[in-house]
């Protein structure tokens, strides 16, 4: 294989910029030009999970896809980058950007069945990355296949390579769609909510696994999840995300023990106190504003208990402490917020 294609090499190349460099991504319905995303800016380093959290029809989804170049026709990005390895993909053709899926970033949807090929064994499609991506023969794919289903955790993984999807359990899906972001060496690693399906044990082995993986590998990991009880645990940074726009972006101690924004302290409002299901999350009375039909100035003053005349005009994002941003007039430092 080239020198120039691995993982490492491309760290060098890119001067020790973070993994992932979102600055300014504004998305928009092609059809009317309301947004979506609006003015969304974050990094992931590598070795760091950056958990991203908000109800129903935030955008979380929306985001991901938009990392990935996989927007519905329906939007379109409008403004900003997406820098991976430093380099803007929202530049990049449709075509260089499928290229850079798979070799620099990957993404673990909540059913792999919609990702995965269901008319060809699991083994196999592990081993065509492995061809494809690494230049590997026939047989040395189907060792390293052999090697990775073990990495995942796939019992029996032997007998599993000649599997097909639907013959395999959920979680094991979901280990072989890890397997298959690994064949490729991406370093970046979006998951949107990819435990959900799960039951709860299944779910932790897979929260355990990726981990792991990102220490072992120094992933970065985007981590979309409804579960603040998986946030507590895996995320080093937290994004919150509401009616498209950032709420709240900080450590996740600092998040959890000084929430700056009103909408995140109604999320950890939600938490469930005893250990009964969890619950999607209803922060407090009402919903998300649909895409079109949002409020001026601040989305969330409908729904806030601190909303006054301030927040008929957006709230910037500001820094309470230097990785704690907030964007909310009533919580805002006294100097930014006159
Ligand atoms: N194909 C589409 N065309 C137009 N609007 C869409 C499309 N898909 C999603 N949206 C809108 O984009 C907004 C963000 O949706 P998104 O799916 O990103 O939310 P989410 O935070 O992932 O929600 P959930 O927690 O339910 O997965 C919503 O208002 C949604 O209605
Ligand atoms: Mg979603």
Redesign the pocket.
Same mark, same amino acid.
């Given at each position: 294989m080239r020198a120039a294609d691995t993982a490492s090499a491309r760290d060098a190349a890119s001067g020790g910029a973070p993994l992932l460099e979102v600055v300014g991504l504004t998305t928009t319905l092609v059809a009317t030009g309301a947004s979506v995303l609006e003015d969304i800016a974050f990094t992931v380093e590598a070795g760091e999970t950056l958990c991203v959290v908000g109800e %129903?029809g935030?955008g979380? %989804?929306?985001l991901?896809l938009a990392i990935m170049g996989l927007l519905p026709p329906a939007i379109r990005i409008r403004r900003g980058e997406i820098r991976v390895h430093g380099e803007d993909l929202a530049r990049l053709s449709p075509a260089e950007w499928r290229a850079r899926r798979g070799r620099d970033l990957a993404m673990i949807f909540?059913e792999p069945m919609t990702a995965l090929n269901p008319v060809m064994r699991a083994g196999a499609q592990v081993a065509e990355v492995l061809r494809k991506r690494r230049g590997m023969t026939d047989d040395a794919a189907r060792g390293e296949a052999l090697r990775l289903f073990e990495r995942v955790g796939i019992p029996n993984a032997r007998a599993r390579l000649s599997a097909y999807p639907h013959e395999l359990s959920g979680g094991l899906r979901q280990r072989v769609m890890i397997a298959i972001a690994l064949a490729a060496e991406a370093r970046l690693l979006l998951a949107?909510?990819p435990t959900t399906a799960l039951d709860v044990t299944i779910q932790a082995q897979i929260l355990d696994l990726l981990n792991d993986l990102r220490r072992e590998r120094g992933l970065g990991l985007m981590l979309?999840t409804h579960d603040l009880g998986v946030v507590a645990e895996m995320a080093d940074r937290v994004l919150v995300l509401y009616a498209g726009r950032m709420a709240e972006l900080a450590p996740v101690a600092a998040l959890f023990d000084r929430p700056m924004h009103p909408y995140t302290r109604a999320l950890l409002a939600s938490i469930p106190t005893s250990e009964g299901p969890r619950t999607r999350l209803v922060a407090i009375d009402g919903a998300v504003p649909a895409v079109g039909a949002m409020p001026q100035g601040c989305r969330f003053r409908p729904r806030c208990p601190h909303a006054d005349a301030r927040c008929e005009a957006v709230p910037p994002l500001v820094a309470h402490e230097p990785r704690h941003h907030a964007a909310c007039w009533a919580t805002a430092p006294e100097d930014r917020a006159s």
């Open positions: %129903s935030s979380k %989804s929306m991901a909540q949107d909510e979309i």
